[in-house]
C-alpha cells in the first residue's frame, strides 16, 4: 500500500511540475509606451558656426539616453531633422541600435539652405536661422514607437568676405648645398612678398649643408648674400656661406637693411587619425599656398582624432584643436577633432584660425624606389598646394622604381609613370620611372602631366 502512495505522489508532482512549466511557456510582455520621453545627453552650443570649408567636420554628435519600453527586447534609434519644426517634413539622418549620431557641418548646411538661408550680403535673405531635431525610438519595423523633445539649434552662416591678399613670388631665393646642390639640383627655394614692402619671407625644408641667397636663381647678377659674420646681416664678403642643420624653417629678410633671421618652424597634423600622436613617426607637414596664404596638406587620415601642432613638439604650447566645432582653431580643452578614413586635403589660414578638412585624391609615390609597391606601407603623400599642382619633401627614395598613384590604390587606375623619359607622365606600358638612393624634391603638374624628381642629396 505504501509502495502505491508513493508511486501516487510522484505522478502528482510530475503533473504539478508539468502544468507549471506550461503557464511559464504562456507567459506574455507587453510593451509599454514609456512614462518618459528620451532624453538629450550632449550639450548643445550656443550657436553653431556653418562654413563651407568645414563641410566635412562634424557639427555636432547627438547623444541620448535609453528609452524603455519596459521589455526585454532590441530598441532602434532614428534621428530625424525638420526644416518647419513640426515635423511634417521630417528627414532621417540615421538609425542605430545604439545611443549616438553625428551630423556633419555639410548636412547642417544643407538643412539651412532649405530653411532659406544663406551668407550672401547681397540678397535679403537671412544667414541665421533655426534648426529642429529629435530622436525616434521604435521596436521592431512597425511597433511602438516614442520620441525625444524637440532640440532647437541656432545656425549662423557667416557672411562672404570678397578679396586676396596680394602676395608674390619674390626675386630671391634660397641657393646651396643645403636645399638645392648650389642649384644643380632644382630651382632655388622660393621667398614670398608680404604685408610689408621690404620684407620677404620662405617657408623651405633644409637638409644638412650650407646655403645662401640670391636673385632669380641667376650667379651671373651678382645678387648673391649671405653672413661672414654671423650678425643676423646679411653680406657680399668672402667665406658668407650659412651653415644649416636639417629641417623645417621660415627665413624672414628685410631688404631694406639686410637684417634676416631663421626659426624652426612648421605645422603638421598630429593624432590618433594620424601618427598615433607622434608615436608612430612625423606629423603631417602643412605646406605653404601664397596665392590663398594659408598652409595646406593632403593626407591619408584614419578614424580617430587629430589636431595641429609646430614643430612636431608638444612642449612648444603650439597645438591648436576646435572645441566649438566651429572650423575655427583654438587651444581650448577637449578640442581634438574627430575624424573619419580616408583621404583629405586640409587647409588652415593662420591669419584667423580658419580650417577646412575636404575629401580629395591625394597623389602620392609608390614603388619598389620606396614602399615595395605598397607593400611596406603608405606611398609617399603629395600635397596639392594649387588646383592639380603637388609638391613634396623631402622624399627617401632608395635604389629601384617609382610611380605616381592616387589615394593609395592601384584599383582607381590613376597611376602614371614615364614611358618616354620627356618629364611627362603618362598610362603607358613600361612607364616606371628609375630612381638611385637620396633625397628628393618633387613636383607634379596634372594640369599638363609634367613632373620633376630633383634629387637634392
Not at 173 to 181: A, E, F, H, L, Q
Not at 249 to 269: F, L, P, Q, R, V
Not at 307 to 317: A, C, I, L, P, T
Not at 387 to 398: C, H, K, Q, R
Request: hydrophobic share 35%; with cysteine; net charge negative.
Amino acid at each position: 500500500m505504501k509502495k502505491n502512495i508513493t508511486l501516487l505522489s510522484l505522478v502528482i508532482i510530475a503533473l504539478i511540475s508539468f502544468n507549471s512549466c506550461v503557464q511559464d511557456d504562456d507567459l506574455v510582455f507587453t510593451a509599454q509606451e514609456p512614462a518618459e520621453g528620451i532624453n538629450f545627453s550632449n550639450t548643445f552650443l550656443d550657436e553653431y558656426v556653418l562654413t563651407v570649408a568645414a563641410s566635412n567636420n562634424i557639427g555636432e554628435r547627438f547623444t541620448w539616453d535609453d528609452a524603455n519600453f519596459e521589455v526585454p527586447t532590441n530598441v532602434t534609434y532614428e534621428l530625424e531633422n525638420s526644416v518647419l519644426g513640426d515635423f511634417t517634413d521630417a528627414t532621417s539622418l540615421g538609425t542605430t541600435d545604439g545611443n549616438e549620431l553625428g551630423v556633419t557641418i555639410g548636412q547642417m548646411l544643407g538643412f539651412a539652405e532649405a530653411a532659406g538661408l544663406d551668407n550672401d550680403p547681397d540678397t535679403e535673405q537671412p544667414n541665421t536661422g533655426s534648426l529642429f531635431f529629435r530622436v525616434k525610438a521604435f521596436i521592431g519595423t512597425e511597433g511602438l514607437e516614442t520620441f525625444s523633445n524637440v532640440q532647437t539649434i541656432t545656425v549662423v552662416l557667416p557672411e562672404i568676405v570678397l578679396g586676396g591678399g596680394g602676395i608674390e613670388i619674390a626675386e630671391w631665393g634660397v641657393v646651396g648645398s643645403g636645399y638645392n646642390d648650389w642649384g644643380g639640383a632644382g630651382p632655388d627655394g622660393i621667398f614670398y612678398t608680404t604685408d610689408s614692402p621690404d620684407v620677404i619671407v620662405s617657408y623651405v625644408t633644409l637638409i644638412d649643408g650650407q646655403i645662401k641667397f640670391r636673385t632669380n636663381n641667376d650667379w651671373g647678377s651678382g645678387d648673391d648674400l649671405g653672413d661672414a659674420g654671423l650678425d643676423g646681416v646679411l653680406d657680399q664678403d668672402p667665406d658668407n656661406n650659412i651653415n644649416v642643420t636639417a629641417g623645417d624653417y621660415k627665413i624672414t629678410i628685410n631688404t631694406n637693411d639686410n637684417s634676416y633671421t631663421m626659426e624652426s618652424y612648421s605645422w603638421g597634423i598630429v593624432g590618433s587619425g594620424y601618427n598615433d600622436w607622434g608615436g608612430a613617426g612625423p606629423d603631417a607637414k602643412l605646406y605653404y599656398d601664397y596665392t590663398t596664404d594659408t598652409f595646406k596638406v593632403s593626407a591619408m587620415l584614419l578614424d580617430g582624432e587629430i589636431k595641429f601642432r609646430s614643430n612636431n613638439d608638444w612642449g612648444s604650447g603650439d597645438d591648436l584643436g576646435d572645441a566649438g566645432l566651429d572650423g575655427v582653431l583654438d587651444q581650448d580643452a577637449d578640442n581634438n577633432i574627430v575624424v573619419t578614413e580616408g583621404h583629405y586635403l586640409i587647409t588652415v589660414n593662420f591669419n584667423t584660425n580658419e580650417y577646412s578638412i575636404v575629401e580629395a585624391d591625394v597623389w602620392g609615390i609608390v614603388g619598389s624606389g620606396f614602399n615595395d609597391w605598397g607593400g611596406a606601407g603608405p606611398d609617399f603623400a603629395l600635397t596639392e598646394i594649387q588646383e592639380n599642382i603637388f609638391y613634396g619633401d623631402v622624399a627617401t627614395l632608395v635604389d629601384g622604381e617609382i610611380k605616381f598613384r592616387s589615394n593609395n590604390d592601384w584599383g582607381s587606375g590613376d597611376d602614371l609613370g614615364d614611358a618616354g623619359l620627356d618629364g611627362f607622365l603618362d598610362q603607358d606600358a613600361d612607364n616606371n620611372i628609375t630612381v638611385t638612393a637620396g633625397l628628393y624634391r618633387i613636383r607634379v603638374d596634372l594640369n599638363d602631366n609634367s613632373y620633376q624628381l630633383n634629387k637634392v642629396q
